[in-house]
């Protein structure tokens, strides 16, 4: 969650947010068997935020008076922690009392076995006792102390849990950046900079901490089931969703790291595993979730930006999982669930802050959520037998582990491992080898002499070699800068490692600062202006620029079709077919109406005039007669998706009858056809809302690897029954507006809560609304993609679509 951009000033306004909390609708349960209940409001509860229940099966909450706290507050000086007990030995929760007080920027709550409680501030692990059990806590231990800079709210110390061992588990988030010293009550100290940020471990009694995992922005919370497993819940960057569920790991790399920007876009950041020896997400959550919980079987989350709650069911995925959601509690803009805690009797109590607004207010709700009794005794999925992170054994499972495909099993493996130095590390190992040796290098945590990454950037492997930019990247080792830099010489592999390579010179050649939303197109741009790169380098730069960027005038563009290099003047059209500039359509004509052109020229720019096919359309009868087959199919195919032709009368399968749609798609089409197909602003317009190698929109998952990650029939299934397999992160909102209005669309990230929210429709149209007019959202099992794909295109149109689709190694000249 970032900082608003307006705050609440004046008690008026606090008068005004009252009346506007009594008129608003009490949340519903998606499913009548379970129930809802209000257990307490303002003034008995105000701003709550971490919650727990103690041994005695009091519920404890934290109050918060100090989260950006304005000049005319009237609450209390300080956080305290708010006691709900039982008065009269009914079973009923029904007397209030404060247990402690006099905290600032507390967090979050963890009660005890023998009594004691955690209590976890941005900047300390505390423990609470009431040692002559009056109710209120006497004795206060600090465990833990984090020395920094920084003093936002929420952006430091947060989750926290126990294991089955007594040891604890805390979360650290970004910290803005900031240098800090985590200090234990041993006086071990661990410092870092740069926004060293993850999970930490230490003793019940706060000593031999410990880092590990990294690459996160906020967990605000986290759980231990009973075997051991950690699971998270991640906040997401400004620019970078969705916040994310995480399978924690010892060693494991997340992928974030602050000093790269808050956006998230930043090249050498990954959120889902995109880089060598990061780990991807269980799966996306709502926005801003600042609770999970282990409990009945599921993973329960709190949403606080999308006004829910959620329960995540486990599937086991190789040595880690993915999840199936469920959304069990929707509310309107005012329901702001925060903490959770599961009570003795099994239900679930859960804090509401009310109001979108950071300072606190005065206002707050504790709720009850009911399960049904047959459902508290359900199972987690058992450990994978993949997953042997409490395996014993540790070189022999290392060795074998790093050549698994699965980035969990991997990353056990190279925590076991010896480091690189300690071996004879040979060019003549396997790629995975050697990564996984480098992998183990770094997690040493001392800097390894500059030969050595030398030696790794120069690897055959494309994956040592990235994990090695980023490696001197995070470090700043400028002494390296030059070696990076030479990467950029002849072809790349593939647009990432492009990028990241691009991205970590820029971050050597420059003093560290924060880099914007568009870092990339920003390195690009710079990248085309510099005539010291091939022609190869310009045309991938080309290819990966947004087609509107201000530096792409005609003139520029122009320029680029006039080049000698065929693929330069390829990626030129291309991007003018993408442009939204009315101005393209006249140059596109030009190009499609000029036989002196090279035919894969001449075919794109059809594909780009598809977008004005009404205006072009005597351009393009005449090129439907071509005697170049590529330019006349595709001519004709402009003509028929764009009503200007008859379409094409052929019988097709009923949509459920999958068996019968693999048989008829059998025969192969034209992986070079599909492409553009797949980036024609008429027909499917898949390009609208995915990427494919560096073009495309960004509302639903990039494609560029589909073919790997999914077989054909997975991918014939996936056009025609869209919804069939909905990715919780991808899951689109019904919406009704006050005005009866009814909207479907996904939502798009933006930083903080203004009161608008932003959405992207089926056709990729973007519009938003006010959150007070929303009446009434809940989840969408209908995807965003369209159903009935396949009722505008003809059977050659599929055959070519699924080609381009399953086609594993697709090549950005073709």
């Known amino acids: 969650m970032a900082t608003l951009e307006s705050k609440l000033i004046g008690a008026a306004l606090v008068r005004l947010v009252f009346c506007s909390v009594a008129a608003a609708a009490s949340p519903r349960v998606a499913d009548k068997q379970y129930t809802l209940e209000l257990v307490a409001s303002a003034p008995e509860i105000v701003t709550p935020v971490g919650m727990t229940f103690d041994s005695k099966g009091r519920l404890l909450v934290i109050e918060s008076h100090t989260h950006e706290r304005q000049a005319d507050y009237k609450g209390p000086p300080r956080d305290r922690v708010r006691m709900l007990a039982d008065s009269n030995g009914d079973g009923q929760l029904d007397r209030w009392s404060t247990f402690a007080e006099g905290f600032r920027h507390a967090m979050n709550l963890l009660g005890r076995e023998d009594g004691a409680v955690y209590l976890v501030e941005r900047g300390r692990l505390l423990l609470l006792r009431d040692t002559d059990d009056d109710g209120k806590a006497d004795s206060q231990d600090e465990l833990l102390r984090l020395e920094t800079e920084d003093d936002y709210p929420h952006d430091a110390l947060g989750g926290i849990d126990q294991a089955a061992d007594g040891s604890l588990i805390i979360g650290l988030g970004e910290n803005h950046g900031e240098p800090f010293r985590l200090i234990g009550a041993d006086g071990k100290v661990i410092a870092a900079t740069g926004g060293l940020d993850g999970f930490f471990r230490c003793s019940a009694d706060g000593k031999n901490v410990e880092h590990i995992a990294r690459g996160v922005w906020n967990p605000f919370s986290l759980c231990i089931l009973d075997d051991g497993r950690i699971f998270a819940v991640d906040n997401d960057p400004d620019a970078s969703p969705p916040c994310r569920l995480l399978h924690v790991i010892d060693g494991g790399d997340y992928g974030y790291l602050y000093q790269y920007g808050r956006a998230g876009t930043h090249p050498l950041q990954a959120w889902n595993g995109e880089l060598p020896g990061t780990l991807p997400m269980v799966c996306g959550t709502g926005e801003a979730p600042t609770a999970v919980v282990a409990h009945a079987g599921s993973l329960w989350v709190t949403s606080w930006g999308e006004h829910r709650i959620e329960r995540y069911r486990l599937v086991p995925r190789g040595a880690s999982y993915g999840a199936e959601r469920e959304v069990v509690v929707q509310g309107d803009a005012d329901f702001r669930p925060t903490g959770m805690a599961v009570a003795p009797d099994g239900s679930l109590y859960f804090g509401d802050w009310v109001l979108r607004d950071y300072p606190v207010h005065g206002n707050g709700r504790i709720w009850r959520l009911v399960l049904p009794t047959d459902a508290l005794t359900a199972p987690f999925p058992a450990r994978s037998k993949r997953d042997v992170s409490a395996s014993q054994d540790a070189q022999d499972f290392g060795k074998a582990a790093i050549q698994s495909d699965d980035a969990f099993e991997r990353a056990q493996g190279v925590r076991r491992l010896p480091p690189a130095r300690q071996i004879a590390f040979r060019s003549s190992m396997p790629p995975r080898l050697r990564l996984a040796f480098v992998e183990a290098e770094r997690l040493r945590g001392a800097k390894p002499p500059d030969a050595f990454l030398r030696r790794a950037l120069r690897d055959d492997s494309t994956d040592v070699r990235l994990y090695a930019v980023r490696w001197v990247a995070d470090e700043r080792i400028t002494a390296l800068r030059n070696d990076v830099a030479k990467l950029l010489d002849g072809p790349q592999p593939s647009s990432r490692y492009y990028l990241a ?84 359509f006249e140059l596109l004509a030009s190009v499609a109406g000029d036989e002196t052109q090279a035919p894969e020229l001449r075919v794109e720019a059809v594909v780009g005039l598809a977008a004005a096919a009404e205006t072009y359309r005597e351009l393009l009868e005449r090129l439907a007669g071509s005697d170049r087959p590529e330019i006349k199919n595709e001519s004709q195919r402009v003509l028929r998706l764009a009503g200007l032709r008859p379409a094409t009368d052929e019988a097709k399968p009923p949509t459920e009858d999958l068996t019968a749609w693999n048989a008829l798609l059998i025969e192969s089409g034209d992986a070079v056809a599909g492409r ?102 809940s989840a969408s099992d209908t995807s965003i993609m369209p159903d009935g794909l396949q009722a505008g295109l003809s059977i050659a149109d599929l055959r070519d679509l699924v080609k381009f689709l399953t086609s594993t190694h697709y090549g950005p000249s073709q």
């Open 501 to 584: 390579v691009l991205a970590a010179v820029d971050w050597l050649d420059h003093e560290p600062s924060m880099r914007g939303t568009e870092i990339a197109d920003e390195l690009l741009v710079k990248e085309l202006s510099n005539e010291q790169r091939s022609p190869d380098a310009h045309a991938l730069a080309l290819r990966l620029l947004s087609p509107n960027d201000k530096f792409l005038s005609m003139k520029r563009l122009r320029g680029y079709l006039r080049a000698e290099h065929s693929p330069l003047r390829l990626e030129a059209v291309r991007t003018l077919a993408q442009q939204g500039d009315p101005q393209r």
């Open 676 to 777: 553009r197909l797949f980036f024609s602003p008429i027909g499917p317009r898949c390009g609208v809302c995915h990427q494919h190698e560096g073009r495309g929109g960004r509302v639903g998952p990039d494609l560029t690897n589909i073919g790997r990650s999914n077989n054909r029939e997975q991918i014939i299934a996936s056009i025609l029954q869209p919804s069939r397999e909905v990715a919780p992160h991808y899951q689109p909102w019904l919406l009704v507006t006050s005005d009866g209005k009814t909207y479907t669309g996904l939502r798009q990230p933006q930083g903080g809560d203004n009161g608008i929210e932003t959405y992207v429709d089926s056709a990729g149209n973007s519009f938003s609304l006010p959150s007070d007019t929303i009446d009434e959202r």
